[in-house]
């Protein structure tokens, strides 16, 4: 059975660290970006089963990243968990057109069980 692959893109580098630790752990692959404006390139490349985006990441923000994502045919399908420290977390998912979202500071349980939710 092949590792299902999780992209994450953040620019804090402590999170990156632990939610890599914590997947691979969990037996996932684990792919980093701390730039969201190549997207579609990383995306290309890393073929991923699910995306983690935060909102403030450097060129252009998750939710124009996110955008794209969605608006691209062959890669729509692919889930996007919205992560961020926003107020307006639901309303930036939905702007964003994010599958789902979960709130920084985040519990990791939540974020174990959104992603293994999206990748049943």
């Avoid at 390139?41 to 890393?46: E, G, I, L, N």
């Avoid at 045919?73 to 977390?89: G, L, M, Q, S």
């Amino acid at each position: 059975m092949s590792k299902k692959k999780i992209l994450i893109f953040d620019d804090d580098k402590t999170i990156l660290e632990v939610i890599t630790i914590i997947f691979e752990e969990n037996g996932y692959q684990v792919e980093i970006s701390e730039t969201s404006h190549d997207i579609l390139d990383k995306v290309t490349q890393y073929q991923p089963d699910i995306i983690l985006m935060d909102n403030w990441i450097p060129k252009i923000g998750g939710v124009e990243a996110t955008r794209l994502l969605k608006n691209h045919n062959e890669f729509k399908e692919i889930p996007v968990i919205y992560v961020t420290a926003n107020n307006d977390i639901v309303a930036l998912a939905k702007e964003a057109m994010a599958d789902d979202y979960v709130a920084k500071p985040f519990n990791l349980e939540d974020l174990e069980d959104k992603v293994a939710k999206y990748l049943q």
